[in-house]
């Protein structure tokens, strides 16, 4: 498999990544989650470079963020205050939890080569008036990029980048697809980087790693039997030792809300005179992100859904230790799925972690009561 | 028939525990140590038990080792959690608890059991000390007690203080304010004990508690600790003779039960 092998070497090494581009004199623009309109950055010919954090030790964040902040963003601080970002055109960040509303100010005071484009969009997505508003933030972020790449970006670029992306998306859903029946070649850890890849990378040339990859296993019989089926929900679900204890428990993710890896490859922007009103349309579509305002309580329902086509023994609810969305969202969740007769357990996950003891031990027991 | 011995070794953070069963029912020896994961406790409770029970490791014809140092113990055939163990254990005692809260050295849980004694759901504490044997011990240290002092301290109290339930740091801090206020010690005793039951008691309602409840792990030896807990949910709480060795207890019959199949 040279195509998953390549994928999880990007994945293992973004820097080199990010490193390369430049070196060939392409534009890099860092990505912070959620849902920035990235397309906008491919139009314009540089590289979206997602900014996810990193299992790593936060030392210099504290003095801009308490300790009791999500890792997600102390670790991304602590890689732009070390310098280690230096060679981004500059971060998109937007405000999509209270946490992250303090990041561009943090990050502006303490990341002095890396500008910041900040990212609004509407509380209420889905009506005419939050739509419009999502459109008018996106196009004047397009105005800021144009500046950074210096030059122009046409509605025409942008339907192409919207294309490609669209691709991804699909290639993205094909590959969760096809590693649900194939845990024996795809391990849950390879899964995860063969999707996080295409945050460091071109994303067609993504595209067509991932067909690569989902070509040869639908080629191959299926080799999940015995194994537990599990889908995921989360925010970031990519931490080694916590996809290590999932395979050594023989369970297969059969399929994932987790806003890092599906959530976003879900929904695809549909074709439209304006493209950018076709990206404010598609936020308005998106359900199962603790981010994004939901007063239907519909990732419930979503979730419950997805764990019955897939068939799923049971959910894994990875929570991100002090992420307050996904706190709140739990509660909703669970009883959805109480209600649906369907086991789920809650792990909490932090990247600044070293002891996975607890979340062993308790995905082990989920294991043996599902069994 | 020769009889057929099967070891459980539980090895906790703070305390490891080993049992050794005859023929899947009888209970040969076991042995506590002090001393957890990545010590010689370990090794020292195997041999202890091995001595109590007159029998060399050579006789045992299956071990399963459960606690969060399973993996470390090289010698097992099987590895389970401790939360199936906890269950299997308090099933082959009390075969109709359906709900099981074991407070152990640093964590602590609430374990619901099927009624053929499997493992249907659990609850674990996050990673404070706060509702754990640790938290107990850190006060009875404030009190210059010994933890198993507890109990006949807390049976004398009268006017129950009240102590936070959510941190162990700040609970500390509370208790010394009021050691410095010459607050009687009994009262501050079963405050600290009603603090544990509290925070457990929630532990428990998460999963839902069905009756009946026992209670199990080195907490469940100190009574005010245990009264308090029943007060707290309002309904009775059983107590197996050997808590602190419940999941060993259940680890040497999984042993038992899979090497009865394969025979
Ligand atoms: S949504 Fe949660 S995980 Fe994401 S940045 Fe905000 S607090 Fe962190």
Redesign the pocket.
């Known amino acids: 498999m040279n195509a998953l092998n390549r994928l999880k070497n990007i994945t293992m090494n973004p820097k080199a990544e990010l490193k390369e581009a430049v070196a060939s004199g392409k534009k890099v623009i860092g990505i912070m989650?959620?849902f920035c309109p990235e397309e906008l950055v491919y139009a314009a010919g540089m590289l979206p470079f997602g900014l996810w954090g990193a299992e790593m030790q936060a030392n210099e964040s504290k003095q801009y963020y308490p300790a009791f902040?999500?890792s997600?963003?102390h670790t991304t601080l602590e890689m732009g205050l070390k310098g280690e970002l230096d060679d981004l055109s500059a971060v998109m960040i937007p405000i999509?939890?209270?946490?992250?509303k303090g990041m561009g100010a943090n990050w502006e005071a303490g990341v002095k080569n890396v500008p910041v484009i900040n990212v609004a969009f509407a509380e209420n997505r889905k009506i005419a008036a939050g739509i419009e508003f999502t459109r008018s933030q996106f196009r004047k972020i397009q105005k800021q990029i144009e500046e950074i790449a210096g030059r122009t970006v046409s509605d025409d670029e942008i339907r192409k980048a919207i294309t490609i992306y669209n691709e991804n998306r699909c290639a993205i859903l094909a590959f969760s697809k096809a590693a649900a029946t194939h845990p024996a070649e795809v391990t849950a850890a390879d899964r995860c980087a063969a999707i996080k890849a295409g945050y460091f990378m071109d994303r067609a040339a993504h595209t067509e790693l991932l067909n690569e990859v989902t070509a040869e296993l639908e080629n191959l019989p299926a080799s999940d039997e015995g194994y537990l089926k599990i889908v995921t929900t989360g925010?970031?679900a990519d931490a080694p030792r916590l996809l290590d204890i999932i395979d050594k428990n023989k369970m297969v993710i059969v399929d994932d809300q987790i806003?890092h890896e599906s959530v976003n490859a879900r929904y695809v922007i549909p074709e439209a005179e304006d493209p950018v009103l076709a990206m404010a349309e598609r936020l308005a579509e998106i359900e199962g992100c603790?981010?994004l305002y939901d007063p239907g309580k519909k990732r419930g329902t979503q979730l419950v859904e997805m764990a019955k086509n897939a068939g799923a023994d049971g959910i894994l609810f990875i929570l991100?230790k002090?992420?307050?969305?996904?706190e709140y969202d739990y509660v909703p969740v669970k009883r959805m799925t109480d209600s649906a007769s369907i086991p789920m357990l809650q792990i909490e996950i932090d990247q600044q972690m070293t002891d996975y003891g607890q979340p062993e031990s308790a995905i082990m027991a989920f294991a043996e009561s599902l069994r | 028939m020769a009889d057929v011995y099967t070891m459980g070794i539980d090895i906790g953070s703070t305390a490891s525990k080993c049992l050794i069963l005859k023929n899947g029912t009888d209970i040969s020896g076991y042995a506590v140590i002090g001393a957890g994961t990545g010590t010689s406790g370990p090794k020292r409770s195997v041999e202890q038990a091995l001595s109590n029970a007159g029998i060399t490791i050579n006789e045992i014809s299956g071990i399963t080792a459960t606690g969060y140092g399973r993996n470390t113990f090289s010698e097992a055939d099987w590895i389970v959690s401790e939360l199936s163990c906890h269950a299997i254990g308090i099933h082959a005692v009390f075969p109709d608890v359906r709900t099981l809260i074991d407070i152990g050295g640093q964590d602590a849980k609430a374990i619901r059991v099927s009624t053929t004694g499997k493992l249907e759901n659990f609850v674990m504490n996050d990673k404070c000390a706060a509702g754990t044997g640790r938290f107990l011990d850190v006060m009875a240290r404030v009190l210059e007690l010994d933890v198993s002092e507890l109990a006949e301290r807390d049976a004398m109290a009268e006017n129950v203080v009240n102590i936070s339930s959510t941190c162990t740091v700040f609970a500390e801090s509370e208790v010394i304010s009021q050691l410095s206020n010459n607050v009687n010690i009994c009262d501050l005793v079963a405050g600290i004990h009603r603090s544990v039951a509290v925070r457990t008691a929630g532990l428990a309602k998460r999963l839902g508690i069905v009756e009946p409840v026992a209670m199990s792990g080195g907490v469940a030896l100190n009574s005010g600790a245990a009264r308090a807990l029943e007060r707290e949910l309002g309904i009775p709480v059983r107590i197996p003779p050997l808590p602190q060795i419940n999941g060993a207890y259940g680890a040497a019959i999984y042993a038992w039960e899979h090497r009865k199949q394969e025979r």
């Open positions: 989650p959620y902040i999500c997600i963003l999509s939890c209270d946490s992250l925010i970031i806003a603790s981010v991100t002090f992420c307050d969305p996904e």
